[in-house]
Structure formats: C-alpha cells, structure tokens
C-alpha cells in the first residue's frame, strides 16, 4: 500500500514564526503536492512538484515556500506564520499522467491540524 | 462560481436511509472520483469514474458526461458512512491537475 506520511498530526505555533511541515511518501512517486482545507472551500492547492528541485505554484501559494531536496521528501514552510494560516494541511503524492496504477488521483497523507496563536 | 460544486454541504440522515450527494462541474475532465475522508483527515478513493455507473457494496456512483453531473448514492446508510465526501474532477494538463469540490459532511445518527 501506498504510504504519505505527515510529520506531525497537530501543530501549534505562534504568529511570526518560521514553520517546517514534512512530508514523506515510500512509493517513487514523481509528483507531490501540498493543499491545505477548509470549511466550505475545500481542498486548495498550493504547491506542488513534479521532480527533486522542481517546484510549481498552485492556487495559494502567497506565504508559503517548499523544498524538495529528495524524491521522497517534500516540504512547506510557512516563512512568517499568520493567523489566517490556521488550517488543515494535506500532502499527497501520485505518479504523472499514464503511469498511476490505481484508480486514486493521488495518495493523502492523515494531515496536519495547525493552529497559529 | 467554482469548478466543482457539490449539494448539500451538510445532510443528517437517520440510519437505514438512502443517501444522495450531487456533484456537478464546469470544466472538460477526463475522470471524475469521489473520496471519502474520515474525521482525523485521512482521504481515501471510493470511484474513480469516467462514464456510466459503478457500484461497490452499498455505495452507487454515476456519471452523465453531457450534463456534466455526477451522484454517489448510499444504501441502507449506517453511522459508520458518517464522513465528508469529495467529488474530484481531473483535468487533462502537463500534470495530473485535480480539482476538488467542497465535499458533503455527512451524519448518519443511529
């Protein structure tokens, strides 16, 4: 089975603060994206990436930044946490367009609830 | 107007009902899929279509391409349905670009 593992399942940090969220994936997956949800909107992207070192904007992308140093790894940082960052974050993998395997666009991670005070 | 809309946003249902989710989009796609994420966060794949009808269980679902509309129906719900439910649309680009509805948080109350 395919694995997407968030770091951390909750997550409180304090306005101005730099925030690393991690996510893992274990199945080679080319591409990994990073939305965040919420009530009434629905699941919002705002990164993503299609190899190591490529990055691409989605939807949202103002106040956040991502790393992907390793196939495996992909990262978001809040760079100066706000208030209106206070969200659930889903990461999610998939292989491009051809290749998946299963009849799920792409793998979620159990997210990460996280709340700026 | 969003790409992806769904109705309702919240329904209550007493166990044993049938159970109806609407899902209709604006956009050329080439697969619909309707998701299932539990309290807790995690999203799983119920279908993924792309014409006609699948059923799996107690769970239908159904796609008309030309009134761009979909429907995922429950039978006999049972509190264990009780979950937000995610019409999502792919769309044919350089990558594997989803667009995701507002989902429909469902209660079903024994």
């Known amino acids: 089975d395919v694995k997407v593992t968030q770091s951390s399942r909750y997550l409180v940090k304090r306005t101005g603060e730099k925030v690393f969220l991690e996510c893992v994936q274990d199945?080679?997956?080319?591409?990994m994206f990073w939305y965040r949800q919420d009530p009434g909107l629905g699941l919002r992207l705002i990164y993503f990436?299609?190899?190591?070192?490529?990055?691409e904007k989605g939807d949202i992308p103002e106040g956040y930044s991502v790393s992907r140093e390793k196939k495996e790894r992909f990262s978001l940082i809040l760079e100066s946490a706000s208030t209106n960052q206070t969200s659930m974050y889903l990461c999610?993998?998939?292989?491009?367009?051809?290749?998946?395997?299963?009849?799920?666009?792409?793998?979620f991670g159990d997210g990460t609830r996280l709340s700026i005070l | 107007k969003n790409e992806v809309e769904q109705s309702p946003q919240n329904l209550t249902a007493q166990e044993g009902e049938f159970i109806t989710i609407n899902c209709s989009y604006s956009?050329?796609?080439?697969?619909l899929h309707w998701l299932q994420q539990h309290p807790g966060g995690g999203i799983v794949s119920l279908f993924m279509?792309?014409?006609g009808k699948k059923k799996h269980g107690r769970l239908i679902a159904t796609i008309n391409i030309q009134e761009k509309h979909s429907s995922l129906h429950i039978t006999a719900s049972h509190p264990r349905d009780s979950a937000v439910y995610i019409c999502?649309?792919?769309?044919?680009?350089?990558?594997?670009?989803?667009?995701f509805g507002p989902g429909t948080s469902l209660s079903v109350i024994p």
């Open positions: 199945m080679d997956h080319e591409n």
């Open positions: 990436s299609y190899d190591v070192k490529m990055k």
């Open positions: 999502a649309v792919e769309v044919k680009t350089s990558y594997d670009k989803v667009i």
């Open positions: 999610a993998s998939s292989f491009p367009p051809g290749r998946s395997v299963s009849n799920q666009p792409q793998h």
């Open positions: 279509l792309s014409s």
């Open positions: 956009v050329g796609i080439s697969a």
